[in-house]
């Protein structure tokens, strides 16, 4: 086992001994799952999975379902008309919530079922079956493998959904969805019944994580902005009425579903899953949520956290004859051109006069337009034979 599975491995088993919580019970289904299993994956950037305990036992994907049809209604319609249909405020009440905005009607946000039922209804497609198979297709996407409707779950949810139904026939009464309301609906349920691993949710969120594009398979599933739009609604309303609490002790945006997967992403370094189905009382799964609150804190995620890779941008300097090149890499933001100031100034004390003094900013790996003409500006108070290759 190499050393991050081990410490997976570890994780999981501190977990373990938690046995509080009970199955989701208003979907018949999902009552009788056996609550034993228990699962943790990551993905980084090279799209390698890890996966510990039960990783390849298959669960319906549920609410973590809301974020990707998300990401689909993003790409496809764009950011104005998904904020028309659908707020993006916590809305700090459970998922079931019927949670409409004054006057308007729209839902909070597109992550409790209000706001997913709305969302789901802006996905391209005549019917039912269309919408299904555009949002199978995308979902498959972001997993890297074909994924499936699990029929009994589907047919067990439609036969109780009469809740899910009454908030989509306000949503019509409203104006937030046009078309019929059951195929609004029944394509909710048909995408709340995918059937996952732990695995699939850790790249599915590593491909969050990682601007769109699915680390395992190389594919670009989303534009860029469409992810960064997506995380940011998870992190303020991906775990129902805990969010609040979850990004404060944990720090990454995440999705739960009351099947008792967790998915979580940490941008640019990993997407996280657990799956455990005893839930606590805000319909998270209480194991799944101290694995993953375990495996942010060991690696120092919390995103509000001093992160030095973009504070400090790798600096090496080193000699070409009696020229000295500035080699620059990584990322360069606000503070990064700070740093590299002061070693420009540094060297500038050290140089003989008129040494030529190159830096090179032709292999960063991401800059922002902002600080490179922070950058540039330094060159105006630099001795003469510094200068800027980008
Ligand atoms: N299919 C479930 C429902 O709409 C999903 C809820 C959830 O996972 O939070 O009730």
């Known amino acids: 086992m190499d050393p991050i599975t081990a410490l997976l491995d570890g994780v999981l088993e501190e977990s373990r001994s938690l046995?509080?919580?009970a199955t989701a019970d208003y979907i018949p289904e999902l009552a009788d799952a056996d609550p034993e299993p228990l699962a943790l994956a990551v993905v980084g950037p090279r799209g390698r999975v890890r996966g510990v305990g039960d990783d390849r036992v298959e669960f319906t994907i549920q609410s973590i379902s809301k974020p990707f049809v998300?990401?689909?209604?993003?790409?496809?319609?764009?950011r104005d008309a998904v904020l028309a249909t659908v707020g993006v405020e916590p809305s700090g009440e459970p998922f079931n919530a019927i949670s409409l905005e004054e006057g308007t009607g729209r839902p909070a946000n597109p992550m409790v079922n209000a706001g997913a039922i709305a969302t789901t209804s802006l996905v391209p497609g005549a019917g039912i079956e269309e919408?299904?198979?555009?949002?199978v297709e995308t979902l498959s996407a972001f997993a890297g493998r074909s994924l499936w409707v699990d029929e009994a779950v589907y047919a067990s949810e439609s036969a109780t959904g009469d809740r899910n139904r009454a908030l989509a026939h306000l949503l019509r009464s409203y104006g937030v969805i046009e078309g019929a309301v059951d195929t609004a609906v029944e394509t909710y349920f048909r995408q709340c019944a995918?059937?996952?691993t732990v695995r699939d949710l850790a790249v599915m969120g590593a491909t969050l994580a990682f601007g769109g594009v699915n680390p395992a398979t190389g594919d670009r599933v989303?534009?860029?902005h469409v992810a960064r739009d997506v995380l940011s609604i998870m992190a303020g309303c991906g775990m129902y009425d805990f969010s609040g609490e979850w990004l404060l002790r944990v720090g990454l945006p995440a999705k739960s579903g009351v099947s008792g997967g967790l998915l979580a992403v940490a941008p640019s370094q990993f997407g996280v899953a657990a799956f455990s189905p005893r839930l606590d009382e805000h319909g998270n799964s209480v194991r799944a949520g101290a694995a993953v609150a375990s495996i942010a804190d060991r690696f120092g995620m919390h995103l509000l956290e001093p992160h030095d890779s973009i504070a400090v941008p790798a600096i090496t300097v080193r000699s070409r004859g009696a020229e000295r090149i500035v080699q620059l890499s990584g990322e360069l933001g606000f503070a990064g051109t700070e740093r590299v100031a002061a070693v420009l100034k540094e060297?500038?004390?050290a140089v003989a006069p008129g040494t030529r003094v190159t830096v090179d900013a032709r292999e960063l790996a991401r800059t922002h337009p902002a600080a490179m003409v922070a950058l540039r500006d330094e060159f105006a108070v630099m001795p003469a034979g510094f200068r800027l290759r980008e």
């Open 19 to 21: 046995r509080h919580g």
């Open 70 to 78: 998300l990401a689909l209604a993003l790409q496809e319609r764009g």
């Open 131 to 135: 919408r299904t198979t555009r949002i």
């Open 194 to 196: 995918l059937l996952v």
């Open 222 to 224: 989303i534009e860029e």
């Open 347 to 349: 060297l500038a004390g």
